[in-house]
């Protein structure tokens, strides 16, 4: 029997797809304009920013809404508790998009580093390309597709390890780098951070898939 | 501001000398359900029978106050009963089916109103058992006794008879406190359905029915109409303490 939760949870579930994309979007697009030097790409990151944040308190309050309202159990409640967690880590990752494109900006006229920057430019590939993979784990509930973040969130801990370790002897050769290399470091630590909260949604995406709550991350390797 | 149809002010309902409803105010919009909720004996079911006149034949009971259908006097010495039930119809806990065929439990209504004309009958049986969500499952059986259904059947036939007379405001009195989970979703979901055409105001003891379907909730306890809201805020967020309570189940 097809209720009138079924119609609102479907609408819950599109809302939040389109909210995954928009971010997903959103973090590639400001790891490539950190790599063209393109700051007026970035600044239209850093004002969109806000429209994801109004995308995540409205998902919220719809899920406050459908729980009160319905008291769902077993499959429902799970799909809600999924969404209502990942949304709040979509945000984040938002959050981490905005900043690198905040230090797009900043390093702009500095002098660069172009080995470093190639490293960041593939990592933060690899990076969007695990937003983007969670979200269509997401919506095929792929508990192994989810799975298999963990071995990818590996694979950016060590990038994002090399990166630090660049930056560091960049700055140790020359001190006319520590500038521009401070950002490496932040921006490797965004992207870092971005892959621990991408292993975050696919947990969730296991959790609405088969109940079980999981840890896909228990690295060690705190970035900075 | 949408319209008003029925407006209630300063409700009071007097068994002998007794008090049992101490001034009751509520207005309700056209369209839409609204849920009244509250503890046994919380004067719920006595509010809502006073809204089409059920107490005028209980003769210890007197009620005071303001009833306006469409600006209306529900209580004007005037005010032909039957007439003003057919505007206001009523469907009980207990289905109650007339001992007779489908078809001529739902005619009834119409018939009482002079109707005689088949077509007319035909065409009327139809579209109330269609908007009641019954007609695909008695529709070759019109004919059958009303009592060989089930009860979620016969609640919904019950519905059916109610909207045959084409009534502006539905009364439901714990509709599917007697049926089972299966039936009560299908009766639940025949009022899902209607309203968008139809006011309808439903007693009901279970909090997540009037969750699941109402768009505005009021809460009543020991005669009192403690609050009234949008059934979001009064179930997210309720104005009063005691409708917190009451809600997450901590007395009543």
């Known amino acids: 029997m097809r209720r009138l939760f079924d119609e609102e949870l479907a609408d819950l579930d599109t809302s939040f797809k389109e909210m995954g994309l928009l971010v997903s979007e959103t973090i590639q697009r400001s790891v490539q304009a950190f790599l063209d030097h393109d700051r007026a790409t970035a600044q239209e990151i850093i004002d969109s920013d806000q429209a994801i944040n109004q995308r995540e308190i409205a998902l919220e309050k719809k899920s406050f809404e459908m729980i009160a309202l319905y008291q769902p159990v077993t499959t429902d409640l799970r799909e809600i508790v999924t969404i209502l967690k990942a949304v709040s880590v979509i945000e984040r990752i938002g959050d981490n998009a905005r900043n690198i494109a905040i230090s797009t900006i900043h390093v702009k006229g500095n002098r660069r580093v172009a080995d470093i920057e190639e490293k960041i430019g593939n990592t933060g590939q690899i990076v969007s390309k695990m937003v983007a993979d969670v979200l269509t784990y997401y919506i095929s509930d792929d508990a192994q597709g989810a799975a298999s973040m963990s071995e990818t969130a590996h694979q950016v801990a060590l990038a994002t390890q090399n990166i630090r370790d660049a930056s560091i002897e960049a700055m140790k050769a020359d001190a006319e780098n520590v500038e521009a290399a401070t950002d490496y470091l932040v921006i490797g630590g965004y992207l870092k951070r971005t892959s621990d909260y991408v292993t975050d949604i696919a947990e969730w995406v296991i959790y609405k898939r088969t109940g079980k709550i999981v840890e896909l991350n228990p690295g060690t390797s705190s970035f900075i | ?252």
Request: aromatic share 8%; charged share 25%; proline share 4%.
């Open chain 2, 1 to 252: 501001m949408a319209e008003k149809i029925l407006v209630t002010e300063n409700v009071r309902l007097y068994y002998g000398e007794k008090e049992a409803l101490h001034g009751i105010n509520l207005d309700y919009r056209k369209y839409g359900i609204t849920a009244l909720i509250g503890p046994s004996g919380s004067g719920k079911s006595t509010y809502l029978r006073a809204l089409n006149r059920m107490h005028d034949l209980t003769d210890y009971v007197t009620v005071t106050g303001t009833f306006l259908l469409n600006g209306e006097d529900i209580y004007a010495p005037n005010m032909d009963t039957v007439q003003l039930r057919k505007q206001i119809g009523m469907v009980f806990q207990q289905p109650m089916p007339f001992p007779f065929s489908i078809y001529d439990n739902v005619a009834f209504g119409l018939r009482t109103d002079g109707v005689k004309d088949k077509a007319i009958l035909d065409e009327k049986v139809e579209s109330s058992l269609k908007a009641a969500a019954i007609w695909d499952e008695v529709k070759d059986d019109l004919h059958k006794s009303a009592l060989s259904l089930s009860g979620g059947q016969q609640q919904r036939i019950s519905i059916a008879r109610a909207l045959a007379t084409s009534p502006e405001i539905l009364l439901l009195d714990e509709p599917t406190s007697a049926l089972d989970p299966v039936s009560a979703n299908l009766v639940e979901n025949t009022l899902i359905q209607l309203r968008e055409q139809y006011t309808m105001i439903i007693v009901t003891h279970s909090m997540s029915q009037a969750s699941r379907i109402s768009d505005r909730t009021a809460f009543f306890n020991q005669g009192k109409l403690i609050e009234v809201n949008d059934t979001k805020k009064m179930f997210l967020n309720p104005d009063q303490q005691m409708t917190q309570d009451y809600i997450s189940g901590r007395f009543g």
